[in-house]
């Protein structure tokens, strides 16, 4: 494909008339001022991130009097005073532990279901399979205070139930794997596991599970980002400051720290670097997963 | 030995049986408990009333859910329109063949799509702070306002600023779906248009643009289910000035469980679904006609 673009690219340069030197001179200009765009709307996307690291650096009345560019020494004064009322890291200990067990049902129930799609044939299978993919068009906050009312009777409020269970129930994670399961698990490898005597479980762990690896992995980036940002649901269930995940908690600086700009800036960086830091990690299997979603979209 | 039959297929049934259960008690019967709720009066104190439609009649009167409907629309609408224009143009220069270092804008531009939107609404409303914000600063260091600009303050500058956050947050992402849709288009094609001789700009505006449409299209169709939807980031940025950024989820949150009128809030969120119904068939019906037309 590479070679064919070139090719095209080759044939339009030789159909233009104009004198060489000409054409190179505005070549070069139109190149010169795509790559200016281009690093300007990444100056744009990073900017916001270096002031906060910057700003979050500082004392309160050098944040209230000039523009700060550069690091400054007051990181761990406002760091002390937002942990003293804020327990920051218990948040994010929070956060980890439901991000993990949620992603970790998520991945294996989607999987299970996927397969169940894929493999086997019942009655009803198709329309079941309709029905999954019909509760991905339901708006998520329209069942909100059933739900609320729901957990209140099952004394589940102010725990972890109805932030974790509901991971069980993925829609867009079923769909995916028994794309996955279709086009990657050979039905033969089902059939000699049968003649060996494995159970049907015994199938799926052993020999499915393995083989969809590469598929869990785009999956469970996706489950954990969209997890870990999870707000509105832990906001409304959790009444204890304790036991609240870093989202809710960090939407609690804004209201209790009105005027303490240094400690409210630390609290969003503590929010962001391990973001940033699981990012430059995976940015490559986050970006071609984006781009294979897109395509079956 | 039953398990030993030859026909293993109820085991898929078995397999896809934990996500029907779990959506039928987490799902299901909330949304219909809901709508049982819609038709009560209930404050999470005492126990449901039987009111009939009273709950919708009042929202039918209510003004500040047209205005929360208003909102929620302008700023989706000044959102979506630049942040597509820009993730269109992005999307075709690094679909160019010379640009060096597409991983490394590609992720650049992702990058905030994957950041809290809570956070970033602490973020944006710390930087637009009139007074210790950094972006008066900037303004201001450039020259080219002389005293700050009270942004939250204005009903307009406020809806901008949210529109601002939520199109900083998307465009990456909407960039990385048209390079895969500019992907997909067939290099024969580009290979005969450079055959006819054609220009780069006739290229891209009779062949890229025509055949990305239904890319596009899609997009914007499924930018509107969530910009009807917006909740944490305008949130963090407050209502504004006269209630000028209260969205239709805001004003969900604040009624059911500011206010504890719970089942006014059921009332709401069932509108707020026919809204999002009535959207999703208007934009879908647009698309089939644009079908039809090629």
Redo the contacts between chains.
């Keep these: 494909?590479?070679a064919?673009?070139?090719?095209?690219?080759k044939?339009?340069s030789l159909?233009d008339s104009k004198p060489r030197k000409e054409r190179n001179m505005k070549k070069l200009l139109v190149?010169f001022s795509?790559?200016i765009?281009?690093i300007l709307?990444?100056f744009?996307?990073?900017l916001?991130f270096y002031?906060?690291m910057v700003?979050s650096s500082h004392t309160n009345s050098e944040?209230?009097r000039?523009?700060?560019l550069l690091p400054g020494t007051e990181f761990m004064n406002n760091y002390n005073r937002l942990i003293d009322t804020v327990p920051i890291w218990r948040g994010f200990a929070n956060s980890l532990f439901i991000t993990i067990t949620s992603t970790a049902l998520n991945l294996y129930?989607s999987a299970?279901?996927g397969?169940?799609?894929s493999?086997?044939?019942?009655k009803g299978?198709n329309i079941?399979f309709l029905?999954?993919l019909g509760?991905m068009?339901?708006?998520?906050?329209?069942?909100?205070?059933?739900?609320?009312?729901?957990m209140d009777s099952f004394h589940m409020l102010n725990t972890y139930w109805?932030i974790i269970?509901?991971s069980?129930?993925n829609?867009f994670g079923?769909f995916f794997m028994k794309q996955m399961c279709d086009s990657s698990i050979p039905t033969e490898i089902l059939e000699s596991g049968?003649i060996d005597g494995c159970?049907?479980?015994k199938i799926?762990h052993r020999l499915v599970l393995p083989l969809l690896m590469p598929a869990v992995a785009t999956l469970g980036i996706f489950s954990f980002?969209g997890k870990?940002?999870d707000?509105?649901t832990p906001?409304?269930i959790l009444f204890d400051n304790e036991l609240q995940p870093?989202?809710?908690m960090?939407?609690s600086?804004?209201s209790q720290f009105s005027t303490d700009?240094g400690a409210?800036?630390v609290?969003?960086v503590i929010?962001?670097i391990p973001?940033?830091i699981f990012?430059s990690i995976v940015?490559?299997k986050?970006?071609s997963g984006?781009?294979?979603g897109?395509?079956k979209? | 030995m039953k398990?030993s039959s030859i026909n293993?297929?109820?085991?898929?049934?078995?397999?896809?049986l934990?996500?029907?259960v779990?959506?039928l008690?987490?799902?299901?019967?909330?949304?219909?408990?809901?709508?049982?709720?819609?038709f009560t009066k209930?404050d999470g104190f005492s126990d449901p009333t039987f009111v009939g439609l009273a709950n919708y009649a009042r929202l039918l009167h209510d003004t500040f859910f047209y205005k929360a409907i208003g909102n929620t629309l302008i700023i989706w609408v000044l959102s979506i329109v630049p942040q597509l224009v820009?993730a269109l143009a992005?999307a075709m220069?690094?679909n160019?063949?010379?640009?060096r270092g597409k991983?490394?804008?590609?992720?650049?531009?992702?990058?905030?799509h994957?950041?809290?939107?809570?956070?970033l609404g602490?973020?944006?409303?710390?930087?637009f702070?009139w007074?210790?914000g950094?972006v008066n600063?900037?303004l201001?260091?450039l020259g080219i306002i002389d005293d700050p600009v009270n942004w939250l303050n204005s009903p307009w500058l406020s809806r901008i600023i949210v529109a601002l956050v939520i199109m900083?947050q998307y465009f990456?992402?909407n960039m990385?779906?048209f390079?895969?849709?500019l992907?997909?288009i067939s290099?024969?094609l580009?290979?005969a248009?450079?055959?006819d001789?054609?220009?780069?700009w006739k290229v891209a505006t009779k062949i890229t643009l025509p055949l990305l449409k239904p890319?596009l299209l899609?997009t914007f169709i499924t930018s509107i289910?969530g910009g009807l939807?917006l909740?944490?980031a305008p949130?963090?940025l407050g209502n504004g000035p006269d209630n000028s950024t209260l969205t239709m989820?805001m004003y969900?949150?604040q009624t059911?469980?500011k206010n504890f009128d719970?089942?006014y809030?059921?009332a709401i969120?069932?509108a707020?679904?026919i809204i999002?119904l009535i959207f999703?068939v208007i934009s879908m019906k647009f698309s089939k006609m644009n079908k039809v037309e090629q």
């Design positions: 494909m590479k064919d673009t070139s090719l095209a690219a044939s339009i159909s190149k795509v790559y765009f281009l709307v990444a744009t996307c990073l916001p002031s906060m700003t944040i209230a000039k523009l700060l129930f299970l279901a397969y169940g799609f493999k086997y044939n019942y299978k079941l029905a999954v509760t068009m339901i708006p998520g906050q329209l069942g909100i205070i059933g739900f609320f009312k729901l109805p269970l509901p069980i129930s829609a079923i049968r159970g049907e479980l799926f980002i870990w940002n707000f509105l906001m409304i870093l989202p809710v960090i939407a600086v804004k700009f409210m800036y609290g969003i929010s962001v973001v940033l990012f940015s490559k986050i970006i984006v781009t294979a897109a395509l979209g | 398990n293993k297929s109820q085991y898929g049934f078995y397999f896809v934990p996500f029907f779990t959506f008690v987490f799902g299901l019967t909330p949304i219909i408990y809901s709508l049982y709720l819609s209930w820009l992005l220069i690094l160019e063949k010379f640009i991983h490394f804008f590609r992720a650049v531009y992702y990058f905030p994957i950041v809290t939107p809570v956070t602490v973020l944006f409303s710390l930087m702070d007074q210790t950094s600063k900037f201001m260091g900083w990456g992402f990385l779906v390079i895969a849709g992907q997909s290099p024969e580009y290979e248009a450079a055959v001789g054609a220009t780069r890319v899609f289910i939807q909740f944490d949130l963090m989820v969900l949150y059911a469980f719970y089942s809030g059921a969120a069932y707020i679904f999002i999703s």
